[in-house]
């Protein structure tokens, strides 16, 4: 079984997939201006500051939009054939690319309530994905 390409953690996202591999969900909030950020950068994308801090979010959004998919973008993806590759708008307001799981593809709706949960895809990538809440 092939796998999908892995995320290779860097500056910015270390403690974004380090926080992954321990089933914690984090994303980045500005200490100068209070706003959350996602993704991971090295400024605040609101107001510039690079006073940032990495905040526990709730794990909880909503599906703002999302595409089925019956084809597999790379041989990694096969086995996971239809998917569901969604836009999460978070509760403390960024949205972030994910997948949603759990569920029948079909059942996936605009506005649908989810809830963080953790794919342990190899022993040092975690990717946070989301299912029905
Ligand atoms: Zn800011």
Redesign the pocket.
């Known amino acids: 079984m092939a796998l999908p390409p892995l995320p290779r953690p860097y500056q910015d996202t270390a403690e974004y997939w380090a926080a992954a591999r321990d089933h914690r969900f984090v994303i980045q909030q ?1 200490n ?4 959350y950020q996602f993704y991971p950068r090295g400024v ?1 994308s ?4 690079s006073d940032l801090k990495w905040q526990e979010a709730s794990g909880k959004g909503t599906v703002y939009s999302f595409s089925v998919n019956h084809r597999a973008p790379h041989p990694g993806f096969a086995d996971d054939l239809p998917f569901v590759l969604a836009i999460v708008e978070l509760e403390e307001g960024p949205r972030m690319m994910t997948n949603i799981v759990g569920c029948d593809p079909e059942s996936v709706t605009i506005g649908m309530a989810v809830t963080v949960c953790f794919d342990d895809v190899t022993d040092e990538v975690t990717l946070p994905k989301f299912q029905p809440a």
């Open positions: 500005c100068s201006c209070g706003e605040c609101h107001c510039l500051s």
